[in-house]
């Protein structure tokens, strides 16, 4: 299902989309919904490093709402220079679940 939204922007903003549009060969349409989905996805990832930093969830479950492998959100974890808070015994017990 899909659904319209309206929103008022510059029109210094229109101008670069407009230009984003031409670089692209993308109609302006498709090019929002690109621009949207990817800053959902970076706004998804801010929240959940967020929320691991804070200890609201382990490392496997950030994982898991990201859509990553545990060793991928580990890169991510250590790429975002954010402390790996994450014991043996929870490594041994993730790794039970890949089995």
Same mark, same amino acid.
């Given at each position: +299902?899909? =659904?319209?939204? @309206?929103?008022? &922007?510059?029109?210094? &903003?229109?101008?670069? &989309? !407009? ?6 060969? +993308?109609? #302006? =349409? @498709?090019? *929002?919904?690109?621009?949207? %989905? ?5 706004? #998804? ?6 929320? $691991?930093?804070?200890?609201? %969830? @382990?490392?496997?479950?950030? =994982? ?8 991928? +959100?580990?890169? /991510? ?5 954010? $402390? /790996? !808070? $994450? @014991?043996? !015994?929870? *490594?041994?017990? !993730? ?5």
């Amino acid at each position: +299902m899909t =659904a319209t939204i @309206s929103t008022r &922007i510059e029109e210094s &903003i229109l101008a670069e &989309i !407009d230009e984003l549009t031409k670089e692209k060969q +993308m109609d #302006r =349409a @498709s090019l *929002l919904r690109n621009l949207i %989905v990817g800053g959902l996805a970076i706004e #998804r990832k801010k929240r959940v490093l967020n929320k $691991y930093k804070e200890r609201k %969830v @382990s490392l496997a479950k950030a =994982a898991e709402l990201l859509n990553i492998d545990l060793w991928q +959100m580990i890169d /991510l974890v250590k790429e975002e220079s954010i $402390y /790996l !808070d $994450y @014991s043996e !015994d929870e *490594l041994k017990e !993730d790794l039970k679940g890949l089995a």
